[in-house]
């Protein structure tokens, strides 16, 4: 093996130290940044509200400096509950992957809010380790963070999320339920198909019915046609009733054209306006909002 000389290592590792700078070896920090990024901890670190978000932006500015000061906010057991949630927040946001253990940690906080924060900066960090984790607190007896755990989980790949947030359909909290909703209208899957079909017709949630129409429509779901028939002429929620017209068209399915045909009368312009869409794509025509012409046309294709 041929020996490389002192001066070509210290050649190479010079050129190293140029090209990739303070990221191959660490920032030294100089005395004014460091009492920067204290100042800022400290208020972040206050009781009061006030002084918790100047520190929150002011560290934010400072950036992916700050983030080893940030952890150890998480490791001290007196900081306030406020200032901790506010910290997961902001490590998330800095998409600090060297936090990722400690915020998997802090996942046990007795603070269901703190708990919470945790869940929603996991979710922006996107680290896949993070995934079995966050599946677990879908388990958590707190609402807020079950839902904050769903919408976390879209950032991952993980094939049984999908599966997992098809159970939550049939949470006893609505936000749950929008937030399941919004997985599988994230993360399309013929297999949730049956789910959706029955959460458009029965849920409580407006926003529930909505989501679970559009997660139809991108899935194609043929089985679905029915359903998005009777919801576009009868759901009670205008915004239900424009997805479904929306996701009818995506079906691509001529028997949804007299339905949506229809659909033009409803008093709400969303639903016009999704409606006259989805026939123009069905049909070729473009006869815009205008019902009459519509009904013509759909006459003079059957006699």
């Given at each position: 093996?041929?020996?490389?000389?002192?001066?070509?290592?210290?050649?190479?590792?010079?050129?190293?130290?140029?090209?990739?700078?303070?990221?191959?070896?660490?920032?030294?920090?100089?005395?004014?940044?460091?009492?920067?990024?204290?100042?800022?901890?400290?208020?972040?670190?206050?009781?009061?509200?006030?002084?918790?978000?100047?520190?929150?932006?002011?560290?934010?500015?400072?950036?992916?400096?700050?983030?080893?000061?940030?952890?150890?906010?998480?490791?001290?057991?007196?900081?306030?509950?406020?200032?901790?949630?506010?910290?997961?927040?902001?490590?998330?946001?800095?998409?600090?992957?060297?936090?990722?253990?400690?915020?998997?940690y802090t996942l046990k906080n007795d603070s269901y809010t703190v708990r919470e924060a945790a869940c929603k900066a996991l979710g922006e960090i996107k680290d896949s380790k993070a995934a079995e984790?966050?599946?677990?607190?879908?388990?958590?007896?707190?609402?807020?963070?079950?839902?904050?755990?769903?919408?976390?989980?879209?950032?991952?790949?993980?094939?049984?999320?999908?599966?997992?947030?098809?159970?939550?359909?049939?949470?006893?909290?609505?936000?749950?339920?929008?937030?399941?909703?919004?997985?599988?209208?994230?993360?399309?899957?013929?297999?949730?198909?049956?789910?959706?079909?029955?959460?458009?017709?029965?849920?409580?949630y407006y926003q529930v019915r909505a989501t679970c129409a559009q997660a139809l429509g991108k899935i194609k779901d043929i089985n679905a046609l029915d359903v998005l028939i009777w919801s576009v002429k009868e759901d009670k929620d205008a915004t239900v009733r424009a997805?479904?017209?929306?996701?009818?068209?995506?079906?691509?399915?001529?028997?949804?054209?007299?339905?949506?045909?229809?659909?033009?009368?409803?008093?709400?312009?969303?639903?016009?306006?999704?409606?006259?869409?989805?026939?123009?794509?069905?049909?070729?025509?473009?006869?815009?909002?205008?019902?009459?012409?519509?009904?013509?046309?759909?006459?003079?294709?059957?006699?």
């Amino acid at each position: 093996m041929n020996k490389k000389s002192p001066v070509f290592i210290c050649a190479l590792l010079f050129f190293v130290i140029v090209l990739f700078g303070d990221s191959c070896f660490g920032k030294n920090l100089s005395s004014i940044e460091i009492k920067k990024i204290e100042d800022g901890i400290a208020k972040i670190k206050e009781q009061a509200r006030g002084p918790q978000r100047a520190g929150y932006m002011e560290l934010k500015v400072i950036g992916a400096d700050a983030v080893p000061f940030l952890i150890e906010i998480l490791n001290d057991k007196n900081v306030n509950r406020e200032s901790r949630r506010m910290t997961c927040l902001l490590l998330g946001e800095l998409k600090a992957r060297e936090a990722v253990n400690m915020l998997i940690y802090t996942l046990k906080n007795d603070s269901y809010t703190v708990r919470e924060a945790a869940c929603k900066a996991l979710g922006e960090i996107k680290d896949s380790k993070a995934a079995e984790p966050l599946m677990g607190m879908l388990q958590d007896i707190e609402a807020k963070v079950r839902a904050q755990a769903l919408y976390s989980l879209i950032n991952f790949s993980d094939k049984r999320i999908s599966l997992e947030a098809v159970k939550f359909l049939k949470d006893n909290n609505q936000e749950v339920r929008l937030a399941a909703a919004t997985v599988l209208n994230e993360k399309i899957s013929k297999d949730t198909s049956e789910a959706l079909r029955t959460a458009l017709e029965k849920d409580s949630y407006y926003q529930v019915r909505a989501t679970c129409a559009q997660a139809l429509g991108k899935i194609k779901d043929i089985n679905a046609l029915d359903v998005l028939i009777w919801s576009v002429k009868e759901d009670k929620d205008a915004t239900v009733r424009a997805a479904c017209a929306t996701s009818l068209g995506q079906l691509n399915d001529k028997k949804a054209i007299p339905a949506l045909i229809e659909a033009l009368s409803d008093e709400y312009k969303d639903v016009q306006l999704n409606t006259s869409r989805s026939l123009a794509g069905l049909t070729g025509k473009n006869f815009g909002k205008d019902y009459q012409a519509w009904i013509e046309w759909y006459k003079s294709q059957n006699k």
